[in-house]
């Protein structure tokens, strides 16, 4: 499967699950963007994100913690 700037809920997920320590509420946007791009299955121009994007993916993640577990 690959990923890009517009799989947010699956980025979400996958960060959630590679990162199962983090409290994701200690989580910057500037972090999300390393993590996402380090990912194996990411394959999108760097150029595309911006902070709606970041924060999206913050928000599924968010959402997941509260409701996912």
Do not use: C
Not at 2 to 29: C, F, G, K, M
Request: glycine letters at 2%; charged letters at 25%.
């Amino acid at each position: 499967m690959t990923l890009n700037w517009e799989s947010t809920y699956a980025i979400a997920l996958e960060l959630r699950r590679q990162h199962p320590e983090v409290n994701i509420e200690d989580v910057s946007l500037q972090q999300i963007y390393q993590w996402t791009i380090q990912l194996s299955e990411f394959e999108d121009d760097l150029a595309l994100v911006n902070d709606d994007i970041l924060y999206a993916i913050y928000q599924d993640w968010f959402e997941e913690n509260i409701h996912g577990k």
